[in-house]
């Protein structure tokens, strides 16, 4: 049962429960008419103290098409944490407007703390470099949309996978399913974090590090692409440096395989050559509309279908 919870974690939801969510979206992709009213007269709060474009603007275009209302904020600087609230105060007051929030913040376990005060569903929408878990339900549905399974897939995560929190949300949402392969794509330096390995993986035959992508990309079903995360260096050289590791062209495409779909949460700078982008193979601009959807399927979810 989905309703009055909240989405912190990929963890929180079980592999039955992602379907449940999965099932929904498909539904509303084929008849979203059938949907446009349920959230009638309830309210979504969006607090975003970190920049945003998809995560936001998806999370309100999802509750508008629902038939429900959005109230929030884009930056902090314009709530008053600018005047030193404190973020228990923030997420106390907003429950007191909304039925359901949706959540940025730059501090990794922001998400924790506030879901410790809120009293109505509190959605992570990310966390520092941390979690993203509807992200995850993006990459998800972009999936089994594409590819109609989650299981026995190969999958290549390329780019800043230390600091990347979909990297960290997906690897350990896809972990659940069957016989999955994992090839960990990045600079030694923006290598997945061991906290993250810990908790995803049993031992060190699950999975394989390379810094070369043209060395493994024939081998992939999904090859999952990320940005080197410029406002988590702590240094600007090092960001200067490794902020082209990999930039995905029409010629390293050739030599994938003809079914191999790529995805990216989305925003790209360098690592994937726009050109790419014709490729029918390149599939980052649908996951853009069905986080969208996924955003839909989990607000009715949290929200409880019989009370929208
Ligand atoms: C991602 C994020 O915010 O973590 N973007 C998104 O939500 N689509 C990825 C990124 O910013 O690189």
Redesign the pocket.
């Known amino acids: 049962m989905l309703k009055g919870r909240n989405l912190i974690n990929p963890d929180d939801l079980s592999v039955d429960e992602i379907y449940e969510i999965m099932t929904l979206a498909q539904k509303i992709i084929k008849s979203p008419m059938e949907y446009s009213n349920i959230c009638k007269g309830r309210i979504l709060g969006t607090l975003f103290f970190e920049p945003?474009t998809?995560?936001r603007l998806s999370f309100e275009a999802a509750m508008h098409r629902l038939g429900g209302s959005v109230i929030g904020f884009s930056e902090s600087a314009s709530s008053s944490t600018s005047k030193g609230e404190s973020l228990s105060d923030t997420i106390r007051t907003v429950c007191a407007y909304s039925d359901i929030i949706a959540m940025r913040h730059p501090k990794e376990g922001s998400a924790h703390l506030a879901a410790s005060v809120t009293t109505v569903p509190l959605i992570n929408a990310?966390d520092g470099g941390h979690y993203?878990p509807t992200?995850t339900l993006t990459d998800l549905l972009t999936i089994i949309e594409s590819k109609n399974t989650f299981d026995n897939l190969t999958i290549g995560l390329c780019g800043d996978l230390k600091f990347?929190?979909?990297v960290h949300s997906l690897l350990k949402t896809m972990k659940k399913f069957e016989n999955n392969k994992f090839i960990l794509i990045s600079p030694t330096e923006l290598k997945i974090p061991n906290y993250v390995k810990a908790l995803a993986f049993k031992g060190d035959d699950e999975y394989v590090e390379v810094e070369k992508l043209e060395d493994v990309i024939d081998q992939l079903d999904i090859l999952y692409m990320?940005?080197v995360?410029k406002e988590r260096f702590f240094n600007e050289a090092d960001y200067v440096r490794l902020k082209d590791s990999y930039i995905l062209n029409s010629k390293k495409m050739q030599m994938a395989k003809k079914d191999m779909i790529v995805l990216h949460?989305?925003?790209r700078v360098n690592e994937i050559s726009v050109e790419v982008d014709e490729d029918p193979r390149a599939v980052y601009f649908d996951q853009v509309k069905y986080g969208m959807y996924a955003r839909m399927s989990l607000i009715i979810k949290l929200l409880g279908e019989e009370i929208c």
């Open positions: 945003s998809r995560t990310g993203h992200q990347g929190r979909t990320t940005r995360q949460p989305l925003p």
